[in-house]
């Protein structure tokens, strides 16, 4: 009975944390749907496809340079905060953030040094070396900003945590918006500025200030953060090397079918990848600390990663199917008919996005073990087989095979993560988190035959099934 009681309450803190987080992600993608629809119609498929190249360099220059201490540093937070010494945590807070400031400032010189690299390997030329240049600006802030969310998220400030991406979000877009309109093409560089600086902003204001801060020097500043610093470089090469992966194959894709295919795939990845992964990062933000508190205990291990397999699927069941259903009216309304060639694409990456939430699930065993090494296997692994698909389909089936590579890219982590879940660290899942997976496979399969079939109507009853029994699942969860 009181285990019972117990695991209600942790299925009612997921489902909580699910919905802040949930209303945040709701209003992200809001934004992101003005945003990449502003562009689609003013820019077009080229403003799209700078756009991801832009991003994508971002993305890969932040991931190098933070050393993973966004999301390692949470685990020595939640495991001090977990405790009752208030001044372990205010100075492991305060190692946080001057390693964060550290990083930004060596993140932002490096960004201007590899400059002229960039613009040469991304377009083929030396005329965008002033573009890149100015990114080393984001690559500060967004340091800075990921050391104050490290702290909310390892704090169990998940309400300020929400605000921060919230409301950085909406000023990002103010501002983007009359840019768009008026420099077109030349907006994309300081509309993404403006959403780095909107989101430091918010992250200092709503720091934490619920420990008294504690003044370190930098021998305690080397001392401290060598725990989550070695974690996070074990982190950064596995994460830098997705991100390389993901850059390589967005230049290749740019000099072997033009921008405008690199707008047709960005366009299908966000829906499939960025849309859906909200989904995860809002379950993820209790998920992980929670997790990290148990890491040395098998049997609650087990537990609470078979539970929030099944929370996980109940909620992506219809969503898969929903994408599938709707996804012509979404392209529409989020593109333009100029990405109509998207559409199979993003069916067979909504079945991928099934294998990729059952992966993440399983994966983040590994961060919370502080596994560093395992994890740089599995993901550089995961990696090269990733871009070796997405070059081979691409070139058997065209835009189309990018999302068969996306299922099947899944399927492999989700064998290699899996092995290591049972092998290394003699875990199993639940026969319940098994089915609950089994179920939105069929849902989201489902869903994508009928419509290949030309058959919306049983599509359609399939997905208002599966809507039923989520809101089942997710009642039965509440009330135990």
């Known amino acids: 009975m009181a285990g019972s009681k117990a695991g209600g309450g942790i299925s009612r803190m997921a489902m909580k944390a699910m919905g802040i987080f949930g209303g945040v992600q709701v209003m992200t993608i809001l934004c992101s749907i003005v945003r990449t629809k502003l562009v689609a119609l003013w820019i077009g498929p080229v403003g799209v496809g700078l756009f991801g190249l832009m991003n994508n360099a971002l993305e890969m220059l932040n991931t190098?340079?933070?050393?993973?201490?966004?999301?390692?540093?949470?685990?020595?937070?939640?495991?001090?905060?977990?405790?009752?010494?208030?001044s372990l945590v205010g100075r492991i807070i305060a190692v946080v953030r001057r390693w964060s400031l550290w990083l930004g400032l060596g993140g932002a010189l490096l960004t201007v040094a590899v400059a002229p690299l960039l613009s040469e390997v991304t377009f083929g030329d030396q005329e965008h070396v002033w573009s890149f240049v100015a990114l080393s600006a984001a690559v500060?802030?967004?340091?800075?900003?990921?050391?104050?969310?490290?702290?909310?998220?390892?704090?169990?400030?998940?309400k300020r945590l929400a605000q921060v991406t919230l409301w950085g979000n909406v000023c990002g877009l103010a501002v983007s918006v009359?840019?768009?309109?008026?420099?077109?093409?030349?907006?994309?560089?300081?509309?993404?500025?403006?959403?780095?600086?909107?989101?430091?902003?918010?992250?200092?204001?709503?720091?934490?200030?619920?420990?008294?801060?504690?003044?370190?020097d930098r021998r305690t500043t080397a001392a401290v953060g060598a725990g989550f610093v070695k974690l996070g470089i074990f982190m950064t090469?596995?994460?830098?090397?997705?991100?390389?992966?993901?850059?390589?194959?967005?230049?290749?894709?740019?000099?072997?079918?033009?921008t405008h295919e690199v707008?047709?795939?960005?366009?299908?990845?966000?829906?499939v990848n960025k849309y859906t992964g909200l989904i995860l990062a809002a379950l993820g933000m209790e998920y992980y600390p929670r997790l990290s508190r148990v890491a040395h205990s098998p049997k609650r291990l087990k537990a609470f990663v078979s539970q929030e397999v099944f929370i996980a699927m109940a909620v992506m069941a219809p969503v898969?199917?929903?994408?599938?259903?709707?996804?012509?009216?979404?392209v529409w309304l989020l593109?333009?008919?100029?990405?109509?060639?998207?559409?199979?694409?993003?069916?067979?990456?909504?079945?991928?996005?099934?294998?990729?939430?059952?992966s993440w699930c399983l994966a983040f065993v590994i961060l919370a073990r502080g596994d560093g090494r395992v994890y740089l296997i599995t993901e550089v692994t995961s990696a090269v087989i990733g871009l070796v698909l997405n070059m081979v389909c691409y070139r058997v089936w065209g835009i189309t095979g990018l999302g068969v590579s996306f299922l099947l890219w899944y399927v492999a982590y989700t064998l290699i993560v899996g092995f290591v879940y049972a092998a290394r660290y003699g875990l199993r899942l639940s026969g319940g988190s098994l089915l609950a997976t089994l179920w939105t496979l069929v849902v989201a399969g489902g869903a994508m035959a009928c419509m290949e079939a030309g058959w919306p109507v049983p599509a359609a009853a399939l997905v208002l099934v599966s809507v039923v029994v989520a809101l089942w699942q997710l009642k039965g969860l509440w009330q135990r």
Do not use: K
């Not at 993973?68 to 937070?77: C, H, P, Q, Y």
């Open 320 to 330: 898969a199917g929903l994408f599938v259903l709707l996804r012509q009216p979404i």
């Open 178 to 216: 009359p840019l768009f309109y008026w420099l077109r093409q030349d907006s994309i560089l300081p509309s993404i500025l403006a959403y780095a600086l909107a989101m430091a902003v918010w992250a200092w204001v709503l720091r934490s200030r619920d420990y008294a801060p504690v003044r370190v």
């Open 263 to 271: 707008g047709l795939y960005q366009a299908g990845y966000t829906l």
């Open 64 to 86: 190098a340079t933070n050393l993973g201490v966004r999301n390692s540093s949470v685990r020595d937070i939640s495991q001090a905060a977990g405790g009752h010494d208030r």
């Open 237 to 258: 090469i596995g994460n830098f090397a997705a991100i390389v992966a993901s850059y390589i194959f967005n230049a290749w894709l740019n000099h072997a079918g033009g």
């Open 140 to 158: 500060l802030l967004m340091a800075l900003t990921n050391g104050e969310q490290a702290v909310l998220q390892g704090t169990a400030r998940l």
């Open 335 to 358: 593109y333009s008919s100029e990405f109509q060639g998207i559409l199979t694409l993003v069916a067979w990456g909504m079945i991928g996005c099934v294998w990729r939430t059952l």
